[in-house]
């Protein structure tokens, strides 16, 4: 025969204990400023018409990547200000990005695009966007509960090949 008073017990710590958990809720949208990207682009010279190396300058001893941050933005022809991530909690989530250009005209251009979701936990995301006839890629690794978002991009074109890693801060 059972033992009631176990019984009852048990029953009261099963459906007790879910109920002291609590369950942190995630943003299905994060709204991301960067705060700095390294950059390397091998451009063929005859096509660098923008000064498109952006490391050191070939045969230098010095730092081998091009790093730019909030401060020394203006070096460079374009920097993406914003990233926004829409849709988290779906399988193709929308990333719109903010570019700030550094030209005579000046001004920012947005672009949007909609990535795939490799990997997902409770509180992380990975996403990958593949464009350009599988020559360009870009991987997010989007942590929910840091608000924190590092993007890889490597890319292969007829005048470069290169890479570049972004650290944003998100809320």
């Not at 991301?32 to 005859?46: I, L, S």
């Not at 988290?88 to 990333?95: A, F, H, Q, R, S």
Request: glycine share 8%; proline share 4%; charged share 20%.
């Amino acid at each position: 025969m059972v033992n009631k008073s176990l019984l009852i017990s048990s029953l009261s710590l099963i459906f007790a204990f879910p109920s002291t958990v609590i369950a942190q809720e995630y943003p299905s949208i994060l709204e991301c400023e960067t705060n700095a990207v390294a950059t390397r682009d091998f451009a063929e010279p005859k096509f660098n018409k923008n000064n498109l190396w952006t490391g050191p300058i070939p045969g230098d001893s010095g730092d081998p990547f091009g790093i730019v941050t909030l401060e020394n933005k203006t070096k460079h022809i374009s920097f993406v200000r914003k990233r926004i991530f829409a849709g988290l909690n779906t399988e193709k989530p929308m990333v719109k990005t903010i570019r700030e250009i550094f030209d005579d005209e000046g001004g920012d251009v947005s672009s949007e695009s909609h990535g795939q979701v490799l990997n997902r936990s409770r509180d992380s995301a990975e996403i990958v966007l593949v464009w350009g006839h599988n020559q360009k890629w870009w991987l997010a690794i989007i942590d929910l509960s840091l608000k924190k978002v590092a993007i890889g991009h490597v890319f292969r074109g007829v005048t470069s090949i290169g890479g570049q890693l972004q650290t944003l801060d998100c809320h």
